[in-house]
């Protein structure tokens, strides 16, 4: 069963940067639609970008367009989310998701914490 590893998480000034990874083990990474989810305090998990198996294609939630760019290494078994201009209302529990383009799985990792604020 695939398990996937977020890290990069922490405390960082608005305007900021981070980037965070997503480390895949235990099944062949490129079989798997990958997202960054975020949950914040007192909110409902959303959806804050996706990228296709091959990589062409993603997509992002509006809120971030623009300052968030998704992205993968099949080679590597990673995922990738380097956020800039980050804004307190950033402040969440990101998670990795990935999905088996056949069968439907879903699996998450465990969640790392970023923290926006002067």
């Known amino acids: 069963q695939v398990q996937f590893a977020e890290s990069g998480g922490g405390l960082v000034q608005p305007g900021g940067s981070l980037r965070l990874s997503c480390a895949a083990s235990?099944?062949?990474?490129?079989?798997?639609?990958m997202s960054w989810y975020r949950q914040a305090p007192g909110k409902e998990r959303e959806l804050v970008a996706r990228?296709?198996?091959?990589?062409?294609?993603?997509k992002y939630t509006d809120s971030v367009k623009g300052r968030f760019t998704i992205s993968r290494d099949n080679a590597k078994n990673t995922m990738s989310l380097q956020m800039n201009n980050l804004k307190p209302e950033d402040t969440a529990v990101y998670y990795c998701?990935?999905?088996?383009?056949?069968?439907?799985?879903?699996?998450w990792g465990k969640g790392t914490l970023v923290t926006v604020s002067s």
């Open positions: 990228i296709s198996t091959g990589g062409r294609s993603t």
């Open positions: 235990g099944d062949t990474f490129s079989r798997y639609d």
């Open positions: 998701n990935g999905v088996h383009y056949i069968d439907g799985g879903n699996y």
